[in-house]
């Protein structure tokens, strides 16, 4: 049979390199890998290879009787189109691993990223910038410039509907209008939206349209030119900035099966960075929310013996890391997970992981119903010594997992974006007030990252509005992108040009404003935009139209549809169903009485204003030393007043 000599050379190498680490008894195997390398070489320090691939692959002949780890040293940043694949016979053999690591003194990056370069001034009056997209991107979802996520451009949809051809969807008869009419998107309405959100034919929105570009912190990839386009935040140098477009989505993939998993890998000191979801992704969120969850920058299945030791996961259009499903075995420790998108670790059908003295933050911000980790029908899961700050609500949520299987302790939990009292505890970050909670001293290295400089804040998401007399109620989500320092207050402006300012933690407080003054009749939407200490960010996008009016058959809300209590020392945990109308305004608060004793308690917040029948009000009180046989009251308020009481009996 007949060989290219290139491939003999190559093969023989490998070969004879397995032969000397075998005969080297007592020696640690080791490989060495850099960009300057080349995968000719046999991988020694003074001749290193140049793929982390190939690195895997000369493994292969060394692991099937270990005596010792394996130790592939990387160095070096390595752009990732397709994702580095192991599978069960990459693993580690005889209890011992095979370790990926950072070489002495440096700090190895697998990019799935383009550094984008050559800007020029598009246009002055709407500070637009344009340059060359890099070769080698073909598509992408995901800037970031200076570490900070730039947004597609966004806008309202004010065009009539047609259904196309097969009546699968609405779609503008005005889309082949648009510059790449092909790239231009029309989502439906976010799954928190309300208010004017819910009002009319969906999609409301068009996003990632040419047409859209001039509001700050936006970009449009116009592909067929192969331009990338921009406009600057405040403070932000187009020629001294880093920015980065995104293409790949997984960087590393490992999956074995029930019967031969992947075992024994560790990979430590690593930074994975830049990835963003495929094309397919915006195909399913055009039609509706997409069904399961989309692919992690890392991810294992069926295997064990993971672990992610002082590793980075940064920069991310995607989620994380995924553990599972079939994962038993695995362990995250020191590891920064910092702007991520989505989920930062999920761990799914999966068993004995343990994650600690990691940080957790400006994660899941694309979502609002998600978190920084997720627990799907998993055991035996510790996450302990672990801190979560800049999340939208939740830092830990179980799926099909409950605590009891699982051990949560002495995590240090900042308030989420979207706060309020009386989280379940299994929520709430008000738990972790122990001195010594969160990252221990050893670790404290994982709080020194910075994510991005100091700049404004993202846009409020999901502004909605409701009309009332002579006034408009108006609420937003508040950005988890804070530009490095706290949001301080918002403004929002009307259409007709009125705008108020209210401090952020009063907007905490309700979960609304009440903007007052307009007058009835007339069609008015608003805009909501965050300043913290450097300034104030971008207006979000506007809300449908509104019409303030004075309601003749305005009236208090019924009683709650459905309402429980359950009482345990001292803490009262209350779960309300929302009336089934709102009696013509929408409801602000809820009171909750014990009777005979009258102790009453007005929940008020996002989450009250959110509330429908599928997430209900949960809040637990303190102070709630209920008997059996007592009474609890509790009734909606809306701008007509308080309702009737739904009335509940505490069973002895």
């Given at each position: 049979m007949f060989?290219?000599?290139?491939?003999?050379?190559?093969a023989?190498?490998?070969?004879?390199?397995?032969?000397?680490?075998a005969?080297?008894?007592?020696?640690?195997?080791s490989?060495?890998?850099?960009?300057k390398g080349?995968?000719?070489?046999?991988g020694?320090?003074?001749?290193?290879l140049r793929?982390?691939e190939?690195?895997?692959?000369?493994v292969?002949?060394?692991?099937?009787d270990?005596?010792?780890?394996?130790?592939?040293?990387i160095?070096?940043?390595?752009?990732?189109?397709r994702?580095?694949?192991?599978g069960p016979?990459?693993?580690?053999?005889?209890?011992?691993?095979?370790?990926?690591?950072a070489?002495?003194?440096?700090?190895p990056?697998?990019?799935g990223?383009?550094?984008?370069?050559?800007?020029?001034l598009?246009?002055r009056?709407r500070?637009?910038w344009w340059?060359?997209a890099p070769?080698?991107?073909?598509?992408s979802?995901?800037l970031f410039?200076?570490?900070?996520?730039?947004?597609?451009?966004r806008g309202r949809?004010?065009?009539?509907?047609?259904?196309?051809?097969?009546?699968?969807?609405?779609?503008?008869?005005?889309?082949?209008?648009?510059?790449?009419?092909?790239?231009?998107?029309?989502?439906?309405?976010?799954?928190?939206?309300?208010?004017?959100?819910r009002?009319?034919?969906?999609?409301f929105?068009?996003v990632?349209?040419f047409?859209?570009?001039g509001?700050?912190g936006?970009?449009?990839?116009?592909?067929?030119?192969?331009r990338?386009?921009y406009?600057?935040?405040y403070?932000?140098?187009?020629?001294?900035?880093?920015?980065?477009?995104?293409q790949a989505?997984?960087?590393?993939?490992g999956?074995?099966?029930q019967?031969r998993?992947?075992?024994?890998?560790i990979?430590k000191?690593?930074?994975?960075e830049?990835?963003?979801?495929?094309?397919?992704?915006d195909?399913?969120?055009?039609?509706?929310r997409?069904?399961?969850?989309?692919?992690?920058?890392?991810?294992f299945?069926?295997?064990?013996g993971?672990?992610?030791?002082?590793?980075e996961?940064?920069?991310?259009?995607?989620?994380?890391l995924?553990?599972?499903?079939?994962?038993?075995?695995?362990?995250v420790?020191?590891c920064?997970?910092?702007?991520?998108?989505w989920?930062?670790?999920?761990?799914?059908?999966?068993?004995q992981?343990?994650?600690?003295?990691s940080?957790?933050?400006?994660?899941?911000?694309?979502?609002?119903d998600?978190a920084?980790?997720?627990?799907?029908?998993?055991?035996?899961?510790?996450i302990?010594?672990?801190?979560?700050?800049h999340y939208?609500?939740?830092a830990?949520?179980?799926?099909?997992?409950q605590?009891?299987?699982?051990?949560?302790?002495?995590n240090?939990?900042?308030p989420?974006?979207i706060?309020?009292d009386?989280r379940?505890?299994?929520?709430?970050?008000?738990d972790s007030?122990a001195?010594?909670a969160?990252v221990l001293a050893?670790?404290?290295?994982?709080?020194?990252?910075?994510?991005c400089?100091?700049?404004?804040?993202h846009?409020?998401?999901n502004v909605?509005?409701?009309p009332g007399?002579r006034?408009?109620?108006?609420?937003?989500?508040p950005?988890?992108?804070?530009?490095?320092?706290?949001v301080?207050?918002?403004?929002v402006?009307?259409?007709?040009?009125?705008?108020?300012?209210v401090?952020?933690?009063?907007?905490?407080?309700?979960?609304?404003?009440?903007?007052s003054?307009?007058?009835?009749?007339?069609?008015?939407?608003?805009?909501?935009?965050?300043?913290?200490?450097?300034?104030?960010?971008?207006?979000?996008?506007?809300?449908?139209n509104?019409?303030?009016?004075?309601?003749?058959?305005?009236k208090?809300?019924p009683?709650?549809?459905?309402?429980?209590?359950?009482?345990?020392?001292?803490l009262a945990?209350i779960?309300?169903?929302?009336?089934v109308?709102?009696?013509?305004?929408p409801v602000?608060?809820?009171?909750?009485?014990?009777?005979p004793s009258?102790?009453?308690?007005?929940?008020?917040?996002?989450?009250?204003?959110?509330?429908?029948?599928?997430?209900?009000?949960?809040?637990?009180i303190?102070?709630?030393s209920?008997?059996p046989?007592?009474?609890?009251?509790?009734s909606a308020?809306?701008?007509?007043g308080?309702?009737?009481?739904a009335?509940?009996?505490?069973?002895?």
């Amino acid at each position: 049979m007949f060989f290219p000599m290139a491939l003999a050379q190559s093969a023989f190498t490998a070969r004879l390199f397995a032969l000397v680490l075998a005969s080297a008894t007592g020696v640690r195997a080791s490989l060495w890998v850099s960009p300057k390398g080349d995968d000719r070489n046999p991988g020694s320090e003074e001749q290193p290879l140049r793929t982390i691939e190939r690195a895997r692959d000369l493994v292969r002949t060394l692991n099937h009787d270990m005596s010792d780890d394996i130790t592939v040293f990387i160095g070096g940043t390595y752009q990732v189109a397709r994702p580095i694949e192991f599978g069960p016979e990459d693993s580690g053999t005889n209890g011992f691993s095979i370790v990926y690591t950072a070489a002495p003194g440096e700090h190895p990056v697998l990019t799935g990223g383009f550094r984008v370069g050559g800007w020029t001034l598009a246009d002055r009056s709407r500070s637009l910038w344009w340059a060359p997209a890099p070769e080698g991107l073909a598509d992408s979802r995901d800037l970031f410039v200076n570490g900070v996520p730039a947004s597609r451009t966004r806008g309202r949809l004010l065009q009539a509907f047609a259904r196309d051809t097969a009546g699968a969807s609405d779609i503008p008869e005005s889309k082949p209008h648009w510059k790449n009419p092909d790239d231009v998107l029309f989502p439906p309405a976010e799954a928190a939206a309300i208010w004017s959100e819910r009002l009319g034919t969906p999609p409301f929105f068009v996003v990632n349209a040419f047409e859209l570009l001039g509001t700050p912190g936006e970009w449009y990839f116009d592909r067929p030119a192969g331009r990338i386009y921009y406009t600057p935040r405040y403070g932000e140098d187009m020629a001294a900035a880093d920015v980065e477009a995104a293409q790949a989505g997984t960087l590393i993939e490992g999956n074995g099966t029930q019967v031969r998993p992947v075992t024994g890998l560790i990979f430590k000191g690593i930074r994975f960075e830049y990835t963003s979801l495929p094309r397919s992704f915006d195909v399913d969120y055009t039609r509706s929310r997409p069904a399961g969850a989309p692919a992690a920058a890392v991810r294992f299945t069926f295997a064990g013996g993971i672990q992610f030791l002082e590793d980075e996961f940064v920069h991310l259009g995607t989620p994380a890391l995924d553990l599972g499903p079939g994962l038993e075995g695995g362990t995250v420790e020191a590891c920064v997970f910092g702007d991520i998108s989505w989920t930062a670790l999920r761990i799914a059908d999966a068993s004995q992981v343990r994650v600690d003295n990691s940080r957790f933050s400006y994660v899941d911000f694309a979502q609002d119903d998600g978190a920084a980790i997720e627990l799907d029908h998993s055991q035996a899961v510790v996450i302990e010594h672990d801190q979560f700050d800049h999340y939208p609500r939740f830092a830990i949520l179980p799926q099909g997992s409950q605590f009891g299987a699982n051990h949560k302790a002495m995590n240090l939990m900042m308030p989420p974006a979207i706060d309020f009292d009386g989280r379940p505890p299994e929520q709430d970050p008000r738990d972790s007030a122990a001195p010594d909670a969160g990252v221990l001293a050893a670790y404290r290295s994982v709080l020194a990252e910075r994510f991005c400089s100091p700049t404004v804040p993202h846009a409020p998401g999901n502004v909605s509005a409701a009309p009332g007399d002579r006034l408009a109620y108006v609420t937003w989500d508040p950005p988890c992108l804070d530009g490095s320092s706290a949001v301080e207050s918002y403004t929002v402006a009307s259409s007709g040009g009125a705008t108020i300012t209210v401090t952020a933690a009063a907007f905490r407080k309700t979960g609304y404003v009440i903007f007052s003054g307009l007058e009835n009749g007339h069609a008015m939407n608003f805009t909501v935009a965050a300043t913290n200490a450097t300034g104030a960010g971008p207006h979000s996008i506007p809300t449908a139209n509104v019409i303030p009016q004075r309601k003749k058959k305005h009236k208090p809300p019924p009683p709650p549809k459905a309402a429980s209590v359950e009482t345990s020392g001292g803490l009262a945990r209350i779960e309300i169903i929302p009336p089934v109308s709102d009696g013509g305004s929408p409801v602000l608060a809820y009171s909750v009485a014990s009777l005979p004793s009258v102790k009453w308690v007005l929940l008020e917040g996002w989450d009250v204003i959110h509330s429908n029948a599928a997430d209900p009000v949960v809040r637990t009180i303190g102070g709630y030393s209920l008997g059996p046989g007592s009474t609890i009251a509790i009734s909606a308020t809306n701008a007509a007043g308080e309702g009737k009481a739904a009335t509940l009996k505490l069973q002895r």
